[in-house]
């Protein structure tokens, strides 16, 4: 199984000030037709996961645009430009081009 | 707007059987794949089964294979769970989700497993 590893685990974040959450794959999200499949999701406290990023960068409808998402191969980067207070909860990204899918462990991101 | 909806969960006793529904809204039932995933208390997101729109197309986790079977009904824009012989490490929360990417989430279903 490809394993989705997640750093840091957890965050504190000052209000205003940026936040980064890494993820790196066992083995390459690039598929044959030349996109890389990773996902980030949101859990804030007591709430369903919700999409944030599908194939690396790219923003659901909704998404603020402070949040955006990079990398390639084996290794990815979700930043967060200025940490508003909605955005505490946990983070996980996601593969979806092997199977079994697999999460990362989740980083859970706090205000300071 | 994609609405999913689980039903179903409850408390069962080890070596139990539970079948979780999903009742869709909001889009093309047929036309899309859809997932199981779970949560433990205070635990990650864990992947379930995935089922393709016309059922042609199953996988599983290890840690359910051969206990449970993930089932779509297109015409009543149904999704189920069968879990047969359950363990204390199928509690959980259950979520029904929307597409290949996971791109919609419902409120999930808790399923307690103890004696």
């Known amino acids: 199984d490809v394993v989705m590893t997640q750093s840091p685990l957890s965050l504190p974040v000052t209000l205003g000030q940026p936040a980064s959450i890494s993820c790196r794959s066992s083995q390459s999200l690039v598929y044959s037709d030349g996109n890389t499949y990773l996902n980030w999701f949101q859990q804030r406290p007591g709430q369903s996961p919700r999409r944030l990023i599908y194939?690396?960068?790219n923003r659901d409808s909704g998404v603020p645009d402070r949040f955006s998402g990079s990398g390639s191969g084996t290794d990815f980067t979700l930043k967060i430009s200025r940490v508003e207070a909605e955005d505490v909860g946990v983070y996980y990204c996601?593969?979806?081009?092997?199977?079994?899918?697999?999460f990362g462990q989740g980083t859970k991101l706090e205000v300071k | 707007e994609v609405q999913l909806v689980e039903s179903g969960g409850g408390l069962v006793q080890p070596g139990g059987s539970l079948r979780l529904s999903c009742a869709a809204s909001g889009f093309t039932f047929s036309s899309y794949s859809m997932n199981w995933v779970r949560q433990a208390p205070g635990k990650g997101l864990e992947w379930v089964s995935y089922?393709?729109?016309?059922?042609?197309?199953?996988y599983y986790a290890d840690s359910v294979k051969g206990r449970f079977t993930i089932s779509r009904d297109n015409a009543k824009n149904l999704l189920y769970l069968q879990m047969n012989s359950l363990r204390a490490e199928d509690t959980a929360v259950y979520y029904c989700v929307h597409g290949y990417s996971l791109d919609s989430w419902g409120q999930g279903s808790l399923v307690t497993v103890s004696s």
């Open positions: 194939k690396v960068s």
């Open positions: 089922i393709s729109s016309s059922s042609s197309t199953i």
């Open positions: 996601m593969q979806d081009i092997h199977w079994p899918r697999t």
